[in-house]
């Protein structure tokens, strides 16, 4: 349970706002190739199509995320941040790279170093308001990161705001599997929070 709600963290920090509209057909179908050798725990075979969508778009944000997860997954934190370091430099500042950074020396045992990232990341994100289940993630994302940086009580007290709306049933389930982690977390970064999965 921790590891889907550890990859749906991920997928909201950084999957959300891909700047990009439109992806190449080339660079989804190696990146949907990578995920289903992912999935199936052939982390080698992933990593190959992940460099080689990587290799026609060198700015494709989900691609890196899935390559530095399969680093992670693999304990090769080292290589993640040195596929992270070598991002063109025109994203280097972006709160998804920032972010997946920070992740990455956390794994590192680099708390102090991960927080200060998390903090630019938060600082410079606009202020995400829920408008609908399409943003759902991308506002918890937000509020999860809002938490991670101190500010756990301003996320509590939007997640309580967030409680009296309307809400699907599974926009329900997915708050209450969220909101226990943000109100359980006492510092300590994305590991703490998730349980150092």
Do not use: H
């Amino acid at each position: 349970m921790k590891k889907a709600i550890y990859i749906s963290i991920l997928v909201i920090l950084i999957s959300c706002k891909n700047e990009k509209n439109k992806s190449n057909p080339l660079v989804i179908e190696y990146q949907e190739k990578g995920i289903k050798f992912q999935m199936q725990n052939k982390t080698d075979s992933a990593i190959v199509y992940f460099k080689k969508a990587l290799e026609i778009d060198p700015t494709d944000i989900p691609t890196y995320e899935s390559l530095v997860k399969t680093y992670w997954w693999n304990q090769q934190s080292e290589l993640a941040l040195g596929i992270l370091e070598s991002v063109p430099t025109e994203m280097q500042k972006t709160n998804s790279i920032l972010t997946l950074k920070g992740m990455t020396l956390e794994k590192m045992d680099k708390l102090n170093q991960a927080m200060d990232l998390y903090k630019t990341a938060f600082e410079q994100s606009p202020k995400i308001r829920y408008e609908n289940e399409e943003n759902l993630m991308e506002y918890i994302g937000y509020l999860t990161l809002q938490t991670i940086i101190g500010e756990k009580q301003k996320a509590i007290a939007e997640l309580d705001g967030l409680k009296s709306k309307k809400l699907t049933e599974s926009e329900k389930q997915y708050v209450n599997s969220i909101e226990s982690l943000i109100r359980n977390y006492n510092g300590g970064g994305y590991n703490a929070m998730l349980g150092n999965e």
